[in-house]
């Protein structure tokens, strides 16, 4: 517990907010650049959706290809915090919450880490609390 995992940079571009837009977010300020000036954002942004899309593909990347990961029962405290912009790079890092073993299933833990995407201030754009099931190395 309490280990952090720094994941990587990730770099949001125009063409990844407005085709993830238009495929499975399609509100003006996720796909149309000159309406989204007139929205609250006052310009285009990305899906939040898209946005936990860009940390969890650091988050294989970086973790799950290389470990003996099972899935996930699903997440808590999922947070939009900050509108994500065409050309934001943004530092994925994970921070180990808790382990436990799973109910049922001997060789198996789950970890909960806390998952964020931080733009270069150091502020979280985006945080979640994931439940990733792990085969154990102690059994």
Partial sequence: ??????????????????????????????????????????GLVASGWLTASLFMRRYVEEILNRSAGEGSPGVDELRFLQPVRA???????LTVLGLAPVLGRRGSGIVRPRCELLDPQGSAVFSMVLHSIFRRRDV
Wanted: no cysteine; glycine share 10%.
């Fill in 87 to 93: 050309g934001d790079v943004l530092q994925a890092r």
């Fill in 1 to 42: 517990m309490g280990d952090v995992f720094e994941l990587g940079k990730v770099e949001v571009t125009e063409e990844e907010i407005l085709s993830f837009g238009r495929a499975y977010d399609p509100q003006v300020f996720h796909t149309d650049p000159e309406k989204a000036r007139d929205s609250s954002f006052g």
